[in-house]
């Protein structure tokens, strides 16, 4: 499978830990999104890389929040000291440059912080 | 700012029924507009797109067409099928090069037999 891949695909964690996911996206796409998701919403921006350089971030993207994507290839977001608002869907998702709008996303990592 | 205001759902019909999703947009610049399509158990995809005013987005037997006068990209699809059942998410990037997309909150469909 040539996909975006997500792991893990479910995070349970206790209030105050930290947590990573990962993403694997196309290989040949150059651009990386994370967006977070909670039910009954659409998905929200967090950020952006083109190849290792992180370009935007979201103000939703507190200072708890970070990601990185050495070498331009998969990208981790961690999530320090987390709090039950922060239980949602995080979805990553990479495309070609040039080519606007047309993201392809993985599944998903849920997040529940108890 | 940029956003999109999505119809509220849930949607039911019976299939073959004709199908209509509103969708809204706000935007400062000159966006493309798309429709994203999230099937049970799996992550979002692009179900078709517009760029630019009065072009015809299409796909699946889906249509949406870009209207700049009202603002609009309702999504249609004249005879649906059960599997069709989803959730679509309107979304516009607000014409910067960064790919950066605003969703709305989605609309869950079922078709029954």
């Known amino acids: 499978d040539t996909g975006v891949s997500q792991n893990p695909r479910h995070k349970i964690t206790k209030r105050g830990q930290n947590v990573t996911f990962r993403c694997d996206p196309i290989?040949?796409?150059?651009?990386l999104y994370w967006y977070r998701q909670t039910l009954g919403q659409g998905p929200e921006f967090l950020t952006y890389f083109q190849n290792e350089a992180q370009l935007e971030k979201s103000r939703l993207l507190s200072d708890r929040f970070s990601a990185e994507r050495p070498k331009g290839s998969f990208s981790t977001l961690e999530i320090q000291r987390t709090e039950q608002g922060d239980s949602a869907m995080y979805l990553c998702?990479?495309?070609?440059?040039?080519?606007?709008?047309?993201?392809?996303f993985g599944e998903g990592s849920r997040l529940t912080v108890l | 700012g940029d956003s999109v205001t999505q119809m509220e759902g849930p949607v039911t019909l019976s299939e073959e029924a004709f199908l209509t999703i509103n969708c809204t947009y706000t935007?400062?610049?000159?966006?493309?507009l798309f429709w994203y399509v999230q099937y049970p158990g799996e992550g979002l995809q692009l179900l078709l797109k517009?760029?630019?005013?009065?072009d015809k987005g299409s796909n699946k037997g889906f249509e949406a067409t870009y209207r700049k006068e009202t603002t609009s990209f309702h999504l249609e699809k004249g005879s649906v099928q059960v599997s069709d059942s989803a959730v679509y998410f309107c979304?516009?990037?607000?014409?910067?090069?960064?790919?950066?997309?605003?969703f709305g909150r989605g609309t869950q469909l079922t078709v029954w037999p």
């Open positions: 517009a760029t630019k005013a009065d």
């Open positions: 998702a990479s495309s070609f440059s040039g080519v606007t709008g047309e993201l392809f």
């Open positions: 935007a400062t610049g000159y966006p493309s």
């Open positions: 290989s040949e796409h150059n651009r």
């Open positions: 979304a516009l990037n607000g014409g910067s090069t960064l790919g950066r997309l605003y």
